[in-house]
Nanobody
């Protein structure tokens, strides 16, 4: 069965950096696109970034230029390097597995498995 486990969240001050990761098991990791989502209190879960099986990336406008998604297929691990963090980036961050090799959007319907989340808190 598919299992996704996030780690590496934490608390930082504004303009700081974090790099959460997500370890995957239970499927052929390299074949599928992967994504990061986040959910702040009383807000909908929103897509942050995705990476296809061929390495093509996609970002939400709010994080472009600050966040970088990457994957290490040999380790079945997904990363999200977050620089220049802002208080509005505070949320529970989830990794997700796409339903195919390519994810064409950052919408939830394109992803079928989710981790439990790792908390990121940015103070001003």
């Amino acid at each position: 069965q598919v299992r996704l486990v996030e780690s590496g969240g934490g608390s930082v001050q504004a303009r700081g950096s974090l790099r959460p990761s997500c370890a995957a098991s239970g499927y052929t990791y390299s074949y599928y696109c992967r994504g990061w989502f986040r959910q702040a209190p009383v807000k909908e879960r929103e897509g942050v970034a995705s990476i296809d099986s061929n390495g093509r990336t996609r970002y939400a406008e709010s994080v472009k230029g600050r966040f970088t998604i990457s994957r290490a297929n040999a380790r079945n691990t997904l990363y999200l390097l977050m620089n220049s963090l802002k208080p509005e980036d505070t949320a529970l961050y989830y990794c997700a597995k796409g339903t195919g090799a390519y994810c064409y959007t950052l919408e939830r319907y394109e992803y079928d498995n989710w981790g439990q989340g790792t908390q990121v808190t940015v103070s001003s």
